[in-house]
């Protein structure tokens, strides 16, 4: 099965920017597949940050991230990335990566929809 593990946590200052990845093995190229990343504060649920569909590299971004985050993938060696610019102090979070292989698109940002995860690496920002 997928095994993701992310990288690349870090506390950056406000308005500064930072580069999640996320490696994955085990993974067999799949066309209906989707990768995403989440994010998580503590009381609160995983919120959707960005997804990218294997398919056609459509991707789907939350309303909070839109025009400031990117999702992207390294094809070759199986790696997920999260640009994340203009941080504010609403992006602190456990960010993870998370796979699907048979995705359905409009749900795309939706946890349950994922049934394979990164550890989840922490993101902090600061004044």
């Known amino acids: 099965h997928l095994h993701l593990v992310d990288s690349g946590g870090d506390s950056v200052e406000a308005g500064g920017s930072l580069t999640l990845s996320c490696a994955v093995s085990?993974?067999?190229?799949?066309?209906?597949?989707?990768m995403a990343w989440f994010r998580q504060t503590p009381g609160n649920e995983r919120e959707g940050v960005a997804a990218?569909?294997?398919?056609?590299?459509?991707?789907y971004y939350g309303d909070s991230v839109k025009g400031r985050f990117i999702i992207s993938r390294d094809n070759v060696n199986n790696v997920m990335f999260l640009q994340m610019a203009s941080l504010k102090f609403e992006d602190p979070g456990m960010y993870s990566c998370?796979?699907?292989?048979?995705?359905?698109?409009?749900?795309?940002?939706?946890?349950?929809?994922?049934?394979?995860w990164g550890q989840g690496t922490p993101v902090a920002v600061s004044s």
């Open positions: 998370a796979a699907t292989p048979y995705c359905e698109r409009n749900v795309a940002l939706m946890s349950y929809h994922y049934g394979y």
């Open positions: 085990n993974y067999t190229y799949n066309r209906r597949g989707c």
């Open positions: 990218l569909y294997t398919g056609d590299g459509s991707t």
